[in-house]
Structures are given as C-alpha cells and as structure tokens.
C-alpha cells in the first residue's frame, strides 16, 4: 500500500507545483486536451528568459525508486516519461504486468489523486544502441572515448614514430658505428697528451 501511497503523493505534488513552474518557465505549449497539461518533472527544462537549462526535479535515483514502486503496485502508466523508462517500455511492461497479475487483481486506486490522466509536456530523446554487448552500450551516442590511460592516448601516436624510426634503422646503424670508429683511439698508439700539472 505504501507504493500506491508514493505515486498519490506524486501526482498530487506535482498538480499543486504547477503554478509555481509556470512562472518560473512561462506557460505551457499549447496541447490537445486529451488530458491535464503537466511539466514532465523528469527531464530537464529550460527558462525562457535566461536561457539556462534547469535540471529535472527528480533525480535518476528517485526516478528509479517511483519506477519501482509503480511495479509493484502494476500502475506504471501513472508515471511520466523519462531516461529510466520510456514510454513504449512502459506500455509494454504494463500488459506484461496486466497478463501475469490479471486485470481483476490489479491494484487500482481511483479517487481524486489518480483518476484524472495527465499530459505530460517535454520530450524524452532516448539513446540507441546498436548491439547488446557492454562496449556498444558504454560507447553510444558518445563522440570520443573516455579519458582512459597515458599509453591508450599516444599509443597511435608511438607505433607511428616507431615505424618511421625502423624504416632506415640498418642505414643508421652503419652511419653510427663508423663515425664512432672514427673517434676511437688506436691502444697500439702512444698517448700525446703529457701532464703539465704538478700532483702537488
């Protein structure tokens, strides 16, 4: 019962903080009355006047907890849309839930906190990931990798030099052996150098 409590006080909080969000983000984009026009509290919104983007009211930890509680009650569909569930999840899970639990045991709670349906206004842009493995997943939607280690940044960059330095490295180690037997000195020959220093 205590979930069905969570999602009244929900919905009930965020009909009472409706006008407080319009004045704060101006008045809500015009919709097909099909419903109760809401700010989705899930996703972020921005101020029209500044510019600036305010974060969404529930985190994605509090998301998760509503989400749960809403499963476990079988009332998902009470819920907004956002980066923890989607909409068509939604609606998936819900038949799902309708098919195992039963409509005639699920847990419906109809008075005035949640009988009303909502519209809730704000898009949720949904990642897509192409393959089920956990690089694909990690990786989507991302420009570049992540910071990783020094030598996973230069490695590239290291096998290059490396390649070039190989290319003429017979070459260079001819040149060098030669001009260092240039510079070595004969044992058979007698030294020039004489000491003109005195030991004391």
Same mark, same amino acid.
């Given at each position: 019962?205590?979930? #069905?409590?969570a999602?009244?006080?929900?919905r009930?909080?965020? /009909?009472?903080? /409706?006008?407080?969000h319009? !004045?704060r983000?101006?008045?809500?984009?015009?919709?097909?009355?099909?419903?109760?026009p809401?700010?989705?509290?899930?996703l972020?919104?921005?101020?029209?006047?500044?510019? @600036?983007?305010?974060?969404?009211?529930?985190?994605?930890?509090?998301?998760?907890?509503?989400?749960?509680?809403?499963k476990?009650?079988?009332?998902?569909?009470?819920?907004?849309?956002?980066?923890? /569930?989607?909409?068509? !999840?939604?609606?998936?899970? !819900?038949?799902?839930? *309708?098919?195992? #639990?039963?409509?005639?045991?699920k847990?419906? $709670?109809? *008075?005035?906190?949640?009988a009303?349906?909502?519209?809730?206004?704000?898009? !949720?842009?949904?990642? $897509?990931?192409?393959?089920? *493995?956990?690089?694909?997943?990690?990786?989507?939607?991302k420009? @570049?990798?992540?910071?990783?280690?020094?030598?996973e940044?230069?490695?590239?960059?290291?096998?290059?030099?490396?390649?070039?330095?190989?290319? *003429?490295?017979?070459? @260079?180690?001819?040149?060098?052996?030669?001009?260092?037997?240039?510079? @070595?000195?004969?044992?058979?020959?007698?030294?020039r150098?004489?000491s003109?220093?005195?030991?004391?």
């Amino acid at each position: 019962m205590s979930a #069905v409590q969570a999602l009244k006080k929900f919905r009930l909080h965020e /009909l009472k903080g /409706l006008q407080g969000h319009i !004045s704060r983000f101006g008045p809500l984009p015009a919709t097909e009355p099909s419903g109760v026009p809401l700010p989705n509290p899930f996703l972020p919104h921005k101020n029209p006047q500044t510019g @600036r983007w305010a974060p969404p009211k529930y985190s994605l930890r509090r998301q998760a907890e509503l989400i749960k509680k809403a499963k476990a009650s079988n009332n998902l569909e009470l819920l907004p849309p956002g980066p923890k /569930l989607s909409a068509s !999840s939604a609606s998936a899970l !819900s038949k799902r839930l *309708d098919a195992t #639990v039963g409509s005639s045991q699920k847990l419906a $709670v109809l *008075d005035e906190a949640l009988a009303f349906s909502v519209d809730w206004i704000g898009k !949720s842009e949904q990642k $897509v990931t192409n393959g089920s *493995d956990m690089g694909a997943r990690l990786y989507a939607g991302k420009k @570049r990798m992540f910071k990783g280690h020094k030598w996973e940044r230069v490695r590239e960059r290291r096998a290059a030099h490396h390649s070039m330095l190989l290319k *003429d490295m017979d070459k @260079r180690v001819r040149r060098y052996k030669k001009q260092h037997l240039k510079k @070595r000195p004969n044992p058979l020959k007698v030294s020039r150098k004489t000491s003109t220093k005195l030991p004391f």
